[in-house]
């Protein structure tokens, strides 16, 4: 973009372009100059920073803006654009986006400024865009959406009240095109200023992902709770009901983010409410009939809370996959510790039964002692395998999905689950085989300690489910991390 500047002289640019060969009605036709009240001719644009406004499909210059440099004297505003004319239609027009390169995500910005500024700080891989006025037209935002880099924009507006009716009105303008606004919070206000005071802090923000930023929604409606009163249960409600439009506007890849965001911002109000219980007054606000309440197009309280369920039913699936490889892993480890168990009991036994002319008494009872010691610590590492692998296995089996039911029966009927579906224990042999040893000839820790191993990995077979799923915490639940992660503290040879 190259900028100019409009001399602070009334006819200026008119006796240039007379002097050209242009005719004073031709540069009225053009937009550069007008009739003023006493029959005059004078330039539109006087003692201003200008810009080229270029048609996004041709990159033909089609008009100009201006920013006021007298501080707003004798009633000057602060922006100026072209006025219309038959090639600058405004509601048509973005600046910035006919220069903008291919793939550069586009952030939304108000003027002139803040887009030179966007697009100094982002070095051509972010780029400013504003209308050609406050508000973004169904054709500037049809312009914008196409320009929208996997599905999202960034919107750098000020934290005024005008800034943030702007940035309501651009959600609601983008959401028919599926496009995510993503909000650039900037402590100085706005990307000009923030390019003044600190070029390389503007730059680090823009190079945030966009798909790590808030939702513009998210930040509008924590705005809209903050404000409002908070005092009472009617108090409370109202403020729910405002943030509810938020998220009925947001579009619909935002609308699982804008429902957290939502019980996040009502327990910011009131710490005190537990996270169910703000759920629950954001749920019954969102799936309430409201008056006038627009959802974004293609969605709907059904539709999100289908969504919010598809989550809910994939964490699950997610969490009893890896539940039942970890229940694998420690049924194994246990196979493993149990042989190991028996090879040192062997040992031991054979110690016992030593010939005093081969192995002199101080050797056989350290022989004897050392065996015992590794037997024992195997058994318990046995034990406590087994054990966690009943209840992983009996975590899985309640994250089970939810039974295939008739969808024309009434929503009662449909809450049916399905019995827990787990998957088919499979008893070592090596159990059957302990519990069938002649035990006669070890001592009764060795043979207490392998019933309990036994019994341990009896507790996760099908049949112990439903006795197994109340000790596995609460339903929809994923196995807590101490479950999955390696135990510690064994006497680990089992490699050697």
Known sequence: MRPGYAPAEWRALTDHLVQQGATEQ????????????????????????????????????????????????????KYLNTPQTAAFDKSRLLLGLAEAPEGAEVTRVEGMMDVAAVNLAGEGKVVGVAPMGTALTDQAAELLAARAVNGRVRSALDNDEAGRKAAE???????????????????????????????DGLAGQLSVPSSVLPPVGAALLDQELAER????????????????????????????????????????????????????HVNAELSADRPGRRWAPGTSWQTLAADLA??????????????????????NRAVLEHDRARLHEGRRQQAIAADPADLDPDTR???????????????????????????????AASLAPAADVDQDQPEDARRTTAPPA?????RPAVYDRAAGADLSNVDTGTANARRQASAAFSRSTPESVGAARSRAGNRGRKPAKSALSPRRG???????
């Open 490 to 496: 064994r006497n680990n040879d089992l490699g050697r």
């Open 169 to 199: 009105h651009d959600v609601a303008q983008l959401a028919p095109y599926g496009v995510s606004t993503r909000q650039i919070s900037l402590a100085e206000g706005d990307p000009a200023e923030a390019y003044q005071r600190n070029r």
């Open 422 to 426: 787990s998957r088919p224990a499979e």
């Open 26 to 77: 031709e540069v009225i036709a053009a937009g550069l100059a007008r009739v003023n009240s006493t029959g005059r001719v004078n330039d539109v644009f006087r003692n201003r920073v200008v810009m080229g406004v270029r048609d996004h499909a041709d990159g033909a210059l089609v008009g100009f803006t201006g920013r006021d440099l007298s501080d707003g004297a004798h009633g000057a505003p």
């Open 365 to 395: 009872d350290r022989v004897i002692r050392d065996e015992e010691y590794a037997r024992n610590q195997h058994d318990g590492n046995a034990i406590a395998s087994t054990s966690a692998a009943a209840d992983l296995r009996a975590t």
């Open 229 to 280: 009163p908070f005092g009472n249960s009617t108090e409370r409600w109202q403020a729910v009901q405002a943030a509810s439009r938020h998220v009925a506007a947001a579009p619909r890849q935002d609308q699982r983010e804008m429902v957290s965001a939502a019980v996040d911002a009502v327990m910011r109000r009131d710490p005190a409410t537990p996270r169910d219980a703000a759920w629950e």
């Open 310 to 331: 598809g989550d809910v039913d994939a964490a699950r699936g997610e969490g009893r996959t890896e539940a039942l490889e970890a229940a694998d892993r420690e049924a």
